[in-house]
């Protein structure tokens, strides 16, 4: 995985007010874990069980990478039409779960950095495999 779970942090004017736009910003190889896979967001400890991840109030939502590997026994590499390692990028957005979870209700900096940093976790399950994946 490359950058997974880094956030990031966008303003934009609304009626001459700053929103802050919070998210989580993924790039990673399509072929990362040998099939399609999901990461998994959260603001809180990441879930022992990952068959519990859905479902989990610090749960904040799922960025899927999907990839088609071939069912013949000689070809079991995912497909990309190049034959290169493609890298995927994807966000999950975090101003909703900030604001619920932190009990805050402001999207200041100051504040959510350093809820960040206490909260944010990842993981990554593969498709069809109910189990997490150690990618780093």
């Not at 879930?47 to 799922?62: E, H, I, K, M, S």
């Not at 390692?85 to 966000?91: A, L, Q, R």
């Amino acid at each position: 995985m490359y950058n997974a779970g880094q956030p990031s942090n966008h303003q934009t004017m609304s009626h001459k007010q700053i929103i802050q736009d919070w998210k989580v910003e993924i790039s990673c190889s399509q072929r990362e874990v040998g099939g399609s896979f999901s990461v998994f967001i959260f603001l809180g400890d990441l879930p022992a069980d990952p068959t519990q991840w859905l479902f989990d109030p610090a749960f904040v939502g799922t960025f899927d990478i999907y990839t088609y590997t071939s069912s013949t026994p000689h070809e079991s590499h995912s497909y990309d039409e190049e034959g290169g390692n493609s890298i995927v990028n994807g966000s999950v957005h975090l101003n909703r779960a900030i604001l619920r979870l932190s009990r805050q209700q402001s999207l200041e900096e100051d504040a959510v950095l350093s809820f960040l940093r206490r909260k944010l976790n990842w993981g990554v399950q593969k498709v069809g495999n109910e189990s997490s994946i150690d990618c780093c």
